[in-house]
């Protein structure tokens, strides 16, 4: 545990020095970066209710939504293509050609299909967190172990049966690495969405709004608090991952 935190302290120790040095060294400009004092004194007027706490809870709210929607929607797809058959190549091409189209381009595209209130931020979310859990189940059905497999054959395992028995926990593995994954995914696209859709609260309008700003520090203090986010919610997923994988490895 000693070990750990004093990791934890030096990683941080380097991190800043670099950032002051290349302040220092001029090798960035005081203009376009905030030194780490200035983002340090920045923090507690970040978590003001005034400021940028009602936008951060707001982000936090739509990308937790994204996600529980986006989820089964992604296993019930890879469900569906791994057990499709005929059909799994060209559905798995279909599924990762959309996948492959830039997130953030398909913005508009939420935008005219649901408008510009709540619904857009949510779908745009959940649509990429859903396409990334459907992979990752259709990979980790994939590599169900032959030893098993056969086992659950000559016990005449089939159906619903083995589907919760053998195939989900055999896939869970990449099915939480498809998690974590899209738990990030949601995040950045809702925060996408607010910049460019427009919301009343929510991190992608605050930091939006602070490009015009002389506050460097309150803007890079807005960024790191949306990477403090997204390492959170993977630390959960993972945190869920080790309780419920206990298994794994024996």
Known sequence: MKSRLLGWVVTGVVVIGFWHLALVLRLVSPAVLASPSEVIRAFPRLLMPEAALPDML????RSVVAFFIGTPIGIFVGLAVFFSHKMRQPAEFVLDFVRSIPATALVPVFLVVFGIDESAKIAVGAFSASLVIALATITGLAR????????????????????LLLDIPEALPEMFLGFR????LALILVIVAEMFIGTS?????????????????????????TGLVGYGSNLLIRLAEDRVLHWRGR
């Open 58 to 61: 707001a982000t936090v709210e």
């Open 144 to 163: 169900t172990n032959r030893t098993r497999a056969a086992v659950a054959t000559t016990l005449r395992i089939k159906g619903l049966r083995r589907l």
């Open 181 to 184: 994954a899209g738990a990030s």
């Open 201 to 225: 609260r929510g991190l992608g309008r605050g930091i939006w709004d602070m490009r015009y700003s002389d506050d460097l520090g309150l803007l890079y203090a807005a960024l790191i608090a």
